[in-house]
């Protein structure tokens, strides 16, 4: 069964020497100081038998001083287009000018999504500053990948990062493709409540080994969620031979397991056949 990442990132060490030290320091505690290469994703992604998988810029300059750069993302894909999707991230303080960033990274690049981290830029989801790039996204044709729910980046907040929020931008952009990533947790019951209202809104499970994840997210994908939930690895926090073992002992229909593989990612990122 054929299985797509939606939800990876670029760790390599220009990416990681990006971030501000008191956050590098804190991840490396949390996550070790093994830094993958290119070559190492794709390894992972071969173990786990992975065929695509998207890899996301991170730009929080304004607030954080932190970027992984659009550009650089774009590098890593140029390396294994087969393999590889590229998300690109702007700043919405930058105004104007993330707009343009915005449309250079999809139509000079050739990144298909947009990644944003309430938490890094210090805005709530459905703060109107961001809407100009939801306007952007929804006539560049790209999906937004929302970072939601608990986090580890030393001295920022998790108030900004509430799946509730994603309410007000589904219902006022409704042909808007948006994605709850890590299911909201804690606020997951949150979370399911939006994406089962809202026909353009999906969930990923990126980040969380399969055995921690609540059977109430699983029982949600065998119902009313089943054409919105996505795989997710969040590469490198987390190898995708492990997810993918551990939902091999979850109890999942054959159906409901396609679509969370592969069949509604294909939806997601336009990708045919």
């Not at 320091?25 to 786990?48: H, K, Q």
């Not at 007000?168 to 947790?185: M, N, Q, S, T, Y």
Request: charged residues 25%; aromatic residues 10%.
């Amino acid at each position: 069964m054929e299985i797509i990442d939606t939800h990876a990132q670029l760790w390599t060490k220009e990416a990681i020497m990006s971030m501000p030290q008191a956050m590098r320091e804190g991840y490396i505690r949390v996550f070790g100081d093994n830094l993958p290469t290119i070559e190492d994703t794709i390894s992972d992604m071969d173990a786990a038998g992975v065929s695509k998988s998207v890899i996301v810029a991170i730009d929080a300059e304004t607030i954080w001083d932190y970027k992984v750069s659009n550009e650089l993302v774009a590098r890593a894909v140029a390396e294994k287009p087969e393999r590889l999707i590229g998300f690109a991230s702007v700043d919405p303080h930058k105004g104007i000018l993330a707009k343009k960033e915005l449309r250079r990274a999809v139509t000079e690049y050739g990144l298909k999504g947009l990644k944003l981290l309430p938490h890094l830029i210090e805005l709530r989801i459905n703060d109107k500053k961001i809407y100009p790039l939801y306007e952007e996204a929804l006539e560049l044709g790209i999906p937004v990948l929302f970072h939601t729910g608990t986090q580890f980046h030393t001295g920022t907040k998790l108030k900004y990062c509430r799946p509730v929020d994603v309410d007000e931008v589904a219902v006022d952009f409704p042909e808007l493709k948006l994605v709850i990533a890590h299911f909201g947790w804690p606020w997951y019951e949150e979370a399911m409540a939006v994406v089962h209202r809202n026909d353009n809104v999906y969930f990923n499970i990126a980040g969380w080994a399969p055995r921690r994840i609540p059977a109430f997210i699983f029982s949600y994908m065998k119902g009313p969620v089943k054409e919105k939930c996505l795989f997710g690895s969040d590469f490198p926090l987390l190898s995708r031979q492990r997810i993918v073992t551990e939902l091999a002992s979850i109890d999942l229909p054959e159906d409901v397991r396609e679509h969370l593989y592969s069949k509604n990612a294909r939806k997601l990122l336009g990708i045919e056949g």
